[in-house]
């Protein structure tokens, strides 16, 4: 189930289960978002990107939906894996023109054995 | 191809000194983004430099911060007589020109004492 931990919310998912995180992004100008994971002690781990003239994009094991009516985007993890527990965090890009991303606050993901 | 490169990984420093963080872009990159990133919390946009160009710097304070990228060497994030509140983890993205992409470094972790 998901949960709000001290920071931030977390979401405890069973091995093999599908995984889907969720993501509110704040202005309705961006062109560009990406989904990135990171492990403990270490940098943004690109995933997954997708444009705004597109409303899903599929990777390997990896879906992402935008929803631009209610600035909305998830990722979904098929056979959520031991090795996908880390911090997943999204980014909005494309305003002002200087490519900066404005990234959410992030949701931990913890799969159980 | 190497990817980003940060150095120090780890930097300690009392208050009042100084703090100089490195970033190398990837290859054929030429435009750098630095991020800061406290626990727990998202990445936060500082500065998008370009060759020896500030593109943006709406997200880095004003007083102490600065940071350069010089046509030849890595892009510097300059912290000077720095506070504890300044410890964090500091992240550096590298993009190719004209590509809203980006590549990010494993981080520099900053502790101030």
């Known amino acids: 189930g998901e949960s709000v931990g001290l920071h931030l919310p977390t979401l405890s998912v069973q091995e093999g289960d599908n995984s889907i995180i969720n993501c509110a992004y704040s202005?309705?100008?961006?062109?560009?978002f990406i989904w990135y994971k990171q492990e403990s002690g270490k940098g943004p781990q690109f995933i997954i990107d997708?444009?705004?003239?597109?409303d899903k994009r599929q990777g390997q094991r990896v879906t992402v939906l935008l929803n631009k009516t209610v600035k909305h985007l998830s990722l979904q993890i098929a056979a959520t894996q031991p090795g996908d527990s880390a911090v997943y965090f999204c980014?909005?890009?494309?305003?002002?023109?200087?490519?900066?991303?404005?990234f959410g606050t992030g949701t931990r993901l913890k799969v159980l054995a | 191809n190497a990817g980003v490169m940060q150095n120090p990984r780890h930097l300690v420093r009392r208050r009042g000194q100084e703090a100089r963080l490195r970033c190398s872009p990837m290859?054929?990159?030429?435009?750098v983004y630095w991020y800061r990133q406290l626990p727990e919390e998202g990445l936060k946009f500082m500065v998008y430099?370009?060759?020896?160009?500030?593109?943006?710097e709406s997200g880095m304070p004003k007083e102490r911060f600065s940071a350069e990228f010089p046509k030849e060497g890595p892009s510097i994030l300059r912290i000077q007589q720095v506070v504890r509140g300044d410890s964090a983890a500091y992240f550096c993205?590298?993009?190719?020109?004209?590509?809203?992409?980006?590549?990010f470094g494993p981080g520099t972790r900053l502790t101030v004492l």
């Open positions: 980014a909005e890009s494309g305003t002002s023109g200087t490519y900066k991303y404005i």
């Open positions: 290859k054929g990159h030429s435009h």
């Open positions: 993205a590298s993009s190719p020109s004209g590509s809203q992409e980006q590549f």
């Open positions: 430099l370009q060759k020896e160009n500030i593109i943006d």
């Open positions: 997708i444009r705004s003239n597109m």
């Open positions: 202005n309705s100008a961006s062109d560009y």
